[in-house]
Antibody, heavy 119, light 110 residues
Framework: QVQLQESGPGLVKSSETLSLTCFVSGYSITSDYFWGWIRQSPGKGLEWIGHIYHSGTTYYNPSLKSRVTISLDPSKNEFSLNLGSVTATDTGLYYC????????????WGRGTLVTVSS | QSLLTQPPSASGAPGQSVTISCSGGSSSFETSTVNWYQRLPEAAPKLLIYFNSLRPSGVSDRFSGSKSGTSASLDIRGLQSEDEGDYFCSTWDVSLKGVVFGGGTRLTVL
């Protein structure tokens, strides 16, 4: 059974970098799927951040592209999110999820991790 | 700001049916397919409907989806208390080259 689990600091200081990791169990991240990040800020809907293919090809939301890096660590079967120069508007619930290579839906999600950006 | 518009809330009594709508603001939405997710309290989001109307294995047939033109709908029949939670629609945006989500609908079972 495929499971995803987010981890990382729950509190990040403004202007610093938010770093999260998603550990995947039950499936190899080097197989045929994309691996993505989605967030929900307070009072807002879900926002796609970006995703990465096992080849390393990445796709980012243009509104975040200048600050985002998503990377893979096949040796640990996990992938990571780095979001730089954070502000209070980056506070929210961050999810990792699996996206089909030829589809538009995320079929497996983690439970999410809450990140608060403090001043 | 979401490119897909959902009502912020919906409600119904146990056993009743409820419909949640999702409308797209762009013409490209007419040819896009829609997916639906359920997020129950303290749980990971779950894919409920994909490709407008298909259910993943294990999803109850009480849930059904449809799409016509620039509007999509999620129908839930035989409401149960455990259906309470948030429901999101999503689609692939060609110009964004990524996924867009609706603002979400909070379902309350009265």
């Amino acid at each position: 059974q495929v499971q995803l689990q987010e981890s990382g600091p729950g509190l990040v200081k403004s202007s610093e970098t938010l770093s999260l990791t998603c550990f995947v169990s039950g499936y190899s991240i080097t197989s045929d799927y994309f691996w993505g990040w989605i967030r929900q800020s307070p009072g807002k809907g879900l926002e796609w951040i970006g995703h990465i293919y096992h080849s390393g090809t990445t796709y980012y939301n243009p509104s975040l592209k200048s600050r985002v890096t998503i990377s893979l660590d096949p040796s640990k079967n996990e992938f990571s999110l780095n979001l730089g120069s954070v502000t209070a508007t980056d506070t929210g619930l961050y999810y990792c999820a699996r996206l089909g290579a030829a589809s538009s839906w995320f079929d497996r999600w983690g439970r999410g991790t809450l990140v608060t950006v403090s001043s | 700001q979401s490119l897909l518009t959902q009502p912020p809330s919906a409600s119904g009594a146990p056993g009743q049916s409820v419909t949640i709508s999702c409308s797209g603001g762009s013409s490209s939405f007419e040819t896009s397919t829609v997916n639906w997710y359920q997020r129950l309290p303290e749980a990971a989001p779950k894919l409920l409907i994909y490709f407008n109307s298909l259910r993943p294995s294990g999803v109850s047939d009480r849930f059904s989806g449809s799409k016509s033109g620039t509007s999509a709908s999620l129908d839930i029949r035989g409401l149960q208390s455990e259906d309470e939670g948030d429901y999101f629609c999503s689609t692939w945006d060609v110009s964004l080259k990524g996924v867009v989500f609706g603002g979400g609908t909070r379902l309350t079972v009265l």
